[in-house]
């Protein structure tokens, strides 16, 4: 397997005449929490979709684990999208069951972990919870699977900050040396303690891509530095 769990090579994506990613040339390897950062309208979502070719990109090749990006490398990938998307008339239990069916790398022993760790009632009925609550199974499903690659689409959304202290620990728990962790948020100061590198986007450009501790031996937080390259945008 590739040391790059994400390759982009010269990626452009278009709708009509506005360009989503411009020329995006990215590698990214396992063992980190990578923030992909930018405001909205910065081209993250489209960058998360291509990875799972739910979009396609015009131009340029995007390699997951070594292997052309297709229908086949999504088995590599658990995606927390950024809406809802469990039925409402579901229980914990029956979303756990249809992941269990849907992923054969589902881990129960993680879920169980994860479900404790984060107080979530697996008979509580989906349509009834808080939208905290629906956001912590949502990321308890996507951790709980046995994958190279995490990709989690505005996971913190606007929520209350106990539970995104509580989603940010989980989040940093399940990092280890053979995984690799998207985040794509717009809340700098929410996630800048767990990540390790970050990635700017600027209107589909990339421009900027180190780690954590490059911005901050210049004497600046991540956000201060973030507030600079976008306060234009």
């Known amino acids: 397997m590739n040391t790059n769990y994400i390759e982009l090579v010269n990626v452009t994506k278009q709708y009509g005449h506005f360009t989503a990613l411009n020329n995006v040339?990215?590698?990214l390897q396992p063992g980190k929490i990578?923030?992909?950062l930018g405001p909205n309208g910065s081209g993250k979502t489209t960058l998360l979709k291509t990875l799972m070719r739910i979009i396609r990109q015009q131009y340029g090749v995007v390699k997951i684990c070594g292997y052309d990006a297709c229908y086949?490398?999504?088995k590599f990938?658990?995606?927390m999208p950024d809406r809802a998307f469990l039925y409402k008339s579901m229980t914990v239990m029956n979303a756990i069951k249809y992941y269990?069916?849907?992923f054969q790398d589902f881990d129960m022993n993680r879920a169980n972990y994860l479900l404790q760790t984060l107080g979530i009632d697996i008979y509580a009925n989906i349509d009834k919870m808080s939208k905290g609550n629906k956001e912590k199974v949502v990321l308890m499903l996507t951790l709980s699977r046995n994958v190279p690659v995490y990709l989690l689409d505005e996971p913190l959304g606007s929520l209350d900050p106990v539970i995104k202290?509580?989603?940010l620990t989980v989040i940093k728990q399940c990092s280890h040396p053979n995984n690799l962790i998207l985040i794509s948020t717009h809340l700098i100061k929410d996630t800048e303690e767990i990540l390790d590198d970050v990635v700017f986007l600027k209107q589909g450009r990339?421009?900027?891509?180190t780690s954590k501790a490059n911005i901050e031996q210049n004497g600046k937080t991540l956000e201060q530095y973030y507030l600079e390259?976008?306060?234009h945008v």
């Open 34 to 36: 990578i923030g992909l």
């Open 72 to 74: 086949e490398t999504r």
């Open 77 to 79: 990938i658990s995606f």
């Open 100 to 102: 269990q069916e849907l």
């Open 206 to 209: 990339v421009v900027l891509n």
């Open 25 to 27: 040339n990215l590698a």
């Open 165 to 167: 202290h509580e989603m």
């Open 229 to 231: 390259v976008f306060s």
